[in-house]
């Protein structure tokens, strides 16, 4: 027994309609019934299409707007239940309530979110919606559920500067590193290599300076919190008095007394330990938002490191100063070795600064 069935569709394209027409063949009665129901299920998809297409083109491009209603349909979610629950009322009244200073009137949620995020988040808008529906949850439910993850999303963003923000301590570090182990060739009695010092030196300074103008420009266009943004600025001074001891440190003379070479070698050992603890604190901070109090604990611990460290280095500079003061030194020897201490421990000076940020913006995410 053979069925067939035939449809035809018109499809506008700029000022012209176009028809097209197609035919099934099928070898029974529940062939052609089968394929009737898969026409029927694919059909309700294109009720109220557009309007959804020109609603989600308020909140990301018109490209991604249809990506989104085709994977809708092809995952049978649909728009229908977002339409019912409100349409672009319910996208608004979540932004309003979640991020009233963080997406302006009229900004689209891929400049606030990026695209990817605004894709996931509009896909996730559309699934909750059908499932309230289909569950018969109200619509105040839905709205909850709704901010309650574009929350998590800008939490995420967040998350993903302070990450850039990691990356300036993590530089802040290399350079340190490197000035040390220039001292531990002075320790050793070795002639130090001071123009690869201060070529890496200047090397890490512009890839830290890139970093930070790139971050505080998605700082600015995200609206971030300003604390975001002071922590780029301290991190980056941290790397600038830094770069600036590595200069001086290379102009120091090779036959350096032990005990100043030693003195610096500890100056230099209490910065790196400040920049591990910047770096551990930061690492945690970035967890806090998702509700881990031990994250918390362990960055706030961090802080308290900071400020030691800036401490010890103050310490430590200040034994240094009272060593060539004492120390009847040549004028290079004496103002080389000042110099280069008073930059290093300006570093964990602006790194001490970086912590008390820290700390405040912990206490912003806790207090959430």
């Known amino acids: 027994m053979r069925r067939s069935g035939a ?16 035919q099934f063949e ?13 026409v ?16 989600l083109r308020n909140w990301v491009a018109k490209d991604d707007a249809a990506r989104i209603l085709e994977w809708a349909a092809r995952h049978r979610i649909g728009h229908r239940a977002f339409l019912e629950l409100g349409g672009n009322e319910l996208l608004g009244g979540a932004v309003r309530n979640a991020a009233p200073n963080r997406i302006g009137f009229g900004e689209r949620l ?16 559309l699934r909750l919606s ?3 529906l289909l569950a018969g949850q109200s619509v105040r439910m839905v709205r909850d559920q709704i901010e309650a993850d574009l929350v998590r999303r800008l939490e995420r963003v967040e998350s993903a500067l302070l990450a850039m923000v990691l990356r300036q301590v993590g530089l802040a570090h290399d350079l340190v590193a490197a000035i040390s182990r220039y001292v531990a060739t002075l320790q050793a009695n070795q002639a130090g290599d001071g123009k690869a010092l201060t070529a890496r030196a200047a090397h890490i300074e512009q ?20 604390v975001i943004g002071q922590l780029i600025d301290r991190a980056e001074e941290a790397v600038d008095e830094l770069e600036q001891a590595a200069f001086i440190a290379s102009l120091t003379p090779a036959n350096l007394d032990k005990s100043l070479v030693s003195a610096l ?32 604990e362990d960055a706030l611990a961090a802080v308290i490191r900071l400020v030691d460290a800036e401490h010890a280095a103050d ?21 080389s070795t000042l110099e280069f201490a008073r930059a290093v421990e300006r570093s964990t000076d602006r790194l001490a600064g970086f912590g008390h940020l820290l700390r405040r913006h912990i206490m912003i995410d806790l207090a959430a």
């Open 315 to 335: 310490t430590c500079e200040r034994a240094i100063t009272a060593l060539v003061f004492t120390g009847g030194y040549d004028v290079a020897t004496s103002l």
């Open 26 to 38: 099928g070898g029974s009665a529940a062939d052609r019934n089968d394929f009737l129901a898969a």
């Open 265 to 296: 070698a500890e100056l230099c050992a209490v910065a790196i330990t400040a920049t591990e603890a910047a770096a551990t604190g930061l690492a945690a901070a970035i967890e806090v938002p998702e509700g881990r109090r031990a994250d918390s």
């Open 110 to 125: 891929d400049q606030a979110l990026g695209r990817a995020a605004a894709v996931d988040f509009l896909k996730a808008v």
């Open 40 to 55: 029927g299920a694919a059909l309700v998809f294109l009720i109220d299409w557009n309007k959804a297409r020109k609603l």
């Open 7 to 22: 449809g035809s569709t018109a499809t506008r394209m700029a000022n012209a309609f176009f028809l097209v027409t197609g």
């Open 207 to 226: 890839k830290a300076d890139r970093l930070a103008f790139e971050a505080r420009r998605e700082v600015a266009r995200l609206d971030a919190r300003p």
């Open 130 to 132: 059908t499932e309230a």
